[in-house]
């Protein structure tokens, strides 16, 4: 069994920047793929980042590439998300996931098992 928790949500300008973590409890982090996932009102659960078990790999949405960083310490099990130039329409509830590792599709909501509370994250224009 894997806990997550949110935090680093919050209300923001456009252009501003924030950095999301997720701790994790229970063992046997580092055996476990991470991602984080966003939804806005009305919309879908959509991907966002991921990162492999052993960090070697990760994964962006293109609607974030050069903007949104992800990394993991498994010293602390937790995840970040760094967000940068953030946009109107980022805003969403962001949530962290975890799944054991696999070779499906990081992008895939459905293959992740255990999911936090969400942090909340508005861009003011």
């Known amino acids: 069994q894997v806990h997550l928790v949110e935090s680093g949500g919050g209300l923001v300008q456009a252009g501003s920047s924030l950095r999301l973590s997720c701790a994790a409890s229970g063992r046997a982090f580092s055996r476990f793929d991470l991602g984080w996932f966003r939804q806005g009102q009305g919309q879908k659960r959509e991907f966002v980042a991921g990162?492999?078990?052993?960090?070697?790999?990760?994964k962006l949405a293109d609607s974030v590439k050069g903007r949104f960083t992800i990394s993991r310490d498994n010293d602390k099990n937790t995840v970040y998300l760094q967000v940068n130039s953030l946009k109107p329409e980022d805003t969403a509830v962001y949530y962290c996931?975890?799944?054991?590792?696999?070779?499906?599709?990081?992008?895939?909501?459905?293959?992740?098992?255990?999911w936090g509370q969400g942090t909340q994250v508005t861009v003011s224009s």
């Open positions: 996931a975890a799944r054991v590792m696999t070779t499906v599709d990081i992008t895939r909501p459905s293959s992740f098992h255990y």
């Open positions: 990162v492999t078990a052993s960090g070697g790999n990760t």
